[in-house]
């Protein structure tokens, strides 16, 4: 399948910005290195209109735009992919990258899948997991992109993880990264809702995009078991009002917050 690398030069806070954009926006991928984002879409998804309007509001313009095959593709992102330390205990790498003495040594394989540690939102989701006792709890992992978050349920003695996205190249690299973790509790559903869980979870994390979050508000609590603890991220700071209001309709409570780089994290409990 053929694959569009669209090229923009921009500074690391830009980047990450873009990046969720283009992630709503049906792009599969990004690598940023040397001041320069390469964002990945398949060619029969492109569209340059829709790009073009999304960078004019950041006033930059494109570099280039290259067509590649997805061998290629994924040789390219694999090459550009970095480690990362997510908080004080917890590193994701991929397969070629040496181990670390941390808690939580992560393996996540560079795909086209989000979610491997780099973006602000990963980050947030993954130190507020990394803080409750997730030990005999099930826990969801909502928008589980490459399953970072659900693997490190797991290694904080999880009972049962259910990690579901909408995106077959999710499901597919989550699936991949359960095994090269040794992961053997974790299901993974592929849907862009809850409505093939058939029973209660104690802890959900959340890491998506704010409309998203807030439609599926209700589902989130009809799961949560009483007392159980909702992680959301995808906001950015200027939400915080109306998401709080909007929790509040359903009878969950604001117990944690945090920021990064202009995104929330919130962390509610039922």
Known sequence: MAYKAIHISCDGFTSETLSFLLQENGY???????????????????????????????????????????????????????????????????????????KHDIVI??????GTGHHETTQLSAIALEKLDCTNKIVLDMGCGSGLLAILATQKNAKKVFAIDYDDNCINNTIENIQLNNVN????????????????????????????????????????????ILILCGFLDDDLDILVQESKKHGL??????????????????
């Open 28 to 102: 599969e991928g990004t690598s940023f290195e040397k001041n320069q984002l390469i964002a990945y879409c398949k060619a029969s998804s492109f569209d340059l209109n829709k790009l073009e309007s999304i960078l004019k509001a950041f006033d930059i313009k494109l570099d280039k735009i290259q067509d590649i095959e997805t061998q290629n593709w994924n040789e390219i992102w694999e090459q550009n992919f970095v480690d990362a330390d997510i908080g004080d205990h917890i590193h994701s790498r991929a397969p070629f990258h040496p181990p670390k003495n941390v």
């Open 109 to 114: 394989s560079p795909k086209m899948a989000f």
């Open 185 to 228: 509790n974790v299901f993974t559903i592929q849907d862009d809702s809850l409505s093939q869980v058939d029973e209660k979870v104690d802890i959900i994390v959340s890491n998506i995009v704010k409309n998203i979050n807030l439609n599926l508000l209700p589902q989130f609590v009809d799961k949560l078991n009483a007392d159980g």
């Open 253 to 270: 409570q604001l117990t944690d917050k945090n920021t990064k780089n202009g995104w929330l994290q919130t962390q509610f409990i039922k």
